[in-house]
Structures are given as C-alpha cells and as structure tokens.
C-alpha cells in the first residue's frame, strides 16, 4: 500500500482507551501536536470510542476535535458544540432484560459487576472496588440500583458485563453469540475484562459511514481510522486507511492496513505523520 497523499484523507477519526490513552488516562502532548498539525491541513478530526459520551467529552475537547462524537460503540452521536444527537440505537428492553436475567444467574452472581447504560447515567447493582475503579478512570458518576430491571424504564444505550476472569468473559461473549444473531444484538470487548452489548447493527464502522456520508460528503476513501480491540474492527475495515495500535492483539493487527507503534511510544502521532504528514 502506498501512503495517500494530505488531500485524499479528509477525515481522521480516533479511539481513545489504548489509542491515544494508555495507562496514564492522558494524551501525550506529541500525540496532541501530531492531531494539531493534521487539522492545520485541512484533515476533520473525531472520536469513536465504546466509553459514555459524559466520559469521552474531555478527550473530546483535549484534541480539539471538531465533529459530533461517537460514543458507546457509535450507539450514541452527539455534537458537543451544539448539544444536538444525531444518533441514539439503544437495546430494546425485552433484550436488556434478558441480558440481565443471563448476567444475574446465581453462579455468576458474585463473578460479574453489571453496568446498564440509560440516558448517559450508569447504574449498578452495587458499588464494589471493581467498579470504584472504573468510574475513577471514567470520570462519571455511578447509581446503585439494587434491581437493576428497575432501571429499565426506558430502552438502555448500553449494558456491560466486566470481570477480571477474562476466560470467563470470554466463554460468555461465545455463549451469548450462540443465543443471539448479530440481527439482534451486537456483542463486542473494547478490553479483555469488559463484554459489551448494544443493538444489532450498532459499531464504530457504521457511526463513521454516517459521518462520511450524511455530515460530510466525503468516502471511506477519505478516512484514516486508528484504533486497539476488537470493537474497532468495523471501523478499520470501513476507513480507506485503517491503523491499528502495536498494543493492539495480534489478529486484530492482522486487520489493519498497518500497525503503528504501542500507545506509549505515541502510536497515533506516528501514523498521523507517516500517513497525513508525510513527514
């Protein structure tokens, strides 16, 4: 593949956990220059990230990015200048029931914290260290809903099963995959201990397609696409350029049109230059 030239990519859009986060929860100052140096050009810069929309707006406003954000595996779009939604897919309510059901079984009870995503406020059945955890490096706020089909009042964004037991996570993302096409639900991990469900059709790759088309007027031709899991994958395989992260697992690597250096060596700044700088 030869690199495109700084007119044939017009749009670059970015995960953040993994992707122009690591470990630090912060985005280096190169990565920050490099997404600078690319908007100075011309290139429109977005966020698709699976976080809520309350936890992705300061990366959000750190880069400057300038279009509706994607937030919630692109289950949600909404444009932070204007506070207009474009997009809201959430699960229908007989689904998250049975989610519920299926994560409350009494041998994973105590395995698994739930998370049920409704109206950008997370609830949870209680608060335990592994979810003070989360909402620490989230930065949201989190409701202890003893009974979490209470909350189901209106359809959720999102519901999320996390445990440290990533084989575990992994045999149910297998389990739920059999009970469930993905013309009823979409089933995705954005990191090994989180399995996440949205509506069917909902993904990175579709959320970018309705900037492209609707927003822009551009093609996927015109889109670099970067970054790490599994819930990227739509979306690399969407944009004209996918990048994926060196810290990315290796057959999701294998998707991309190439693989930058890890998060901590500034992976994203690398492929800005290498693929919009020309540097």
Not at 15 to 33: A, C, E, L, M, P
Not at 64 to 81: E, K, N, R, S, V
Not at 108 to 128: P, Q, T
Request: charged residues 20%; contains cysteine; glycine residues 6%.
């Amino acid at each position: 593949m030869s690199s495109p030239s700084t007119a044939q990519i017009k749009l670059l859009i970015l995960d953040i956990d993994g992707t122009i986060s690591g470990k630090s929860n912060q985005v280096s100052s190169r990565v920050k220059h490099a997404i600078k140096a690319a908007q100075a050009q011309g290139v429109r810069v977005g966020i698709a990230t699976g976080r809520m929309y309350k936890s992705a707006l300061r990366f959000h406003h750190e880069i400057d990015a300038d279009l509706p954000l994607i937030a919630y595996q692109g289950a949600w779009i909404q444009d932070p200048a204007t506070g207009v939604t474009h997009r809201h897919l959430p699960v229908p309510i007989e689904i998250a029931q049975e989610l519920i059901d299926y994560f409350e079984q009494p041998h994973l009870l105590d395995k698994l914290s739930i998370h049920v995503y409704r109206d950008d406020c997370l609830y949870v059945r209680k608060i335990n260290p592994d979810t003070e955890a989360y909402v620490g490096r989230s930065g949201v706020e989190v409701i202890a809903a003893p009974d979490l089909r209470a909350v189901l009042t209106e359809r959720p964004t999102k519901i999320l099963a996390m445990s440290e037991d990533i084989a575990l996570i992994q045999h149910l993302i297998t389990d739920l995959n059999r009970r469930y096409s993905p013309a009823e639900l979409h089933i995705t991990t954005s990191v090994p201990i989180f399995l996440e469900t949205t509506q069917s059709g909902v993904n990175k790759g579709s959320a970018i397609d309705y900037l492209v088309k609707d927003l822009l007027g551009i093609t996927s031709e015109n889109v670099l696409a970067i970054g790490d899991n599994y819930n990227d994958v739509e979306m690399l395989a969407y944009a004209g350029i996918g990048v994926a992260m060196g810290n990315a697992p290796e057959d999701v690597q294998s998707l991309g049109d190439w693989v930058a250096p890890h998060v901590d060596a500034d992976g994203v700044a690398v492929a800005i230059e290498k693929f919009i700088l020309n540097a």
